[in-house]
């Protein structure tokens, strides 16, 4: 059972467009949410992350909206650039010390068209 | 910031022999170790979850004898492909668990992976 639904799958934004990433989850016992970036041939890399005490969180063109009682959250890239082109994964945590206990998303493929 | 090494970035290796890949935590003690498998295309498949000086924890479907991994140090971990075949093709990942001070909100932070390649 997939603890967290990522959509779309694939997504094609124009150069300067918004590109807009959903997650789903059910357990509410998650209370952490990190996104990861991912290049062809590399690992996934960090790219920002939520907490339930906000709504939202902003760092640079990358925005998280997160909505508790509906328990989705979404990442928001503006101004989108080609240099964006990759796969998005939202992943999902209940509280730990350790950052035990992840469960990822399916991951978006991203494609910034210049 | 925090870094996770891993080693080979990509091997090459005959059918039926044994391959290890290392995942170093470079600037941190990592609590914890995860390895993941992932195909093209694909998401991340978590293969096993390991803590220093422990053994592993493989997730339903892995096959332990096969997938050996050893924690022998809050920053070094190793995932050991034993007998390997072209059907273990495939790009691994390692990730970092770095603590939360604060106590709550620990995150993984992944290697660059390790494209294997069985022949």
């Known amino acids: 059972q997939q603890q967290v639904k990522q959509s779309p799958q694939s997504l094609i934004v124009q150069k300067g467009g918004i590109s807009i990433i959903n997650c789903a989850y059910e357990n509410t016992a998650f209370d952490y949410f990190p996104w990861y970036q991912q290049f062809p041939g590399k690992g996934p890399a960090l790219l920002i992350a939520?907490?339930?005490?906000?709504s939202e969180k902003k760092e640079g063109r990358f925005t998280i909206s997160f909505n508790k009682s509906a328990k989705q959250f979404s990442l928001h890239i503006m101004d989108s650039q080609p240099g964006d082109s990759a796969t998005y994964f939202c992943?999902?945590?209940?509280?730990?010390?350790?950052?035990?206990?992840?469960?990822f998303g399916t991951g978006t493929s991203l494609t910034v068209i210049p | 910031g925090a870094v996770v090494s891993q080693h080979p970035s990509r091997v090459i290796c005959k059918s039926g022999t044994s391959v290890k890949i290392e995942c170093r935590s470079l600037d941190f003690q990592a609590t914890t170790m995860f390895w993941y498998r992932q195909f093209p295309k694909q998401s991340l498949m978590l293969m096993a979850t390991s803590n220093e000086g422990s053994k592993a924890t493989y997730e339903q479907g892995v096959e332990k004898d096969k997938f050996l991994i050893n924690h022998a140090s809050l920053t070094l971990s190793t995932l050991t492909v034993t007998s390997a075949h072209p059907e273990d093709s495939s790009f691994y990942i390692c990730?970092?668990?770095?603590?939360?001070?604060?106590?709550?909100?620990?995150?993984?932070?992944f290697g660059p992976g390790t494209r294997l390649t069985v022949l």
């Open positions: 939520i907490r339930p005490d906000v």
């Open positions: 990730s970092a668990s770095r603590p939360d001070p604060r106590g709550r909100w620990g995150t993984q932070y």
């Open positions: 992943a999902a945590s209940p509280p730990s010390y350790t950052g035990n206990q992840f469960y």
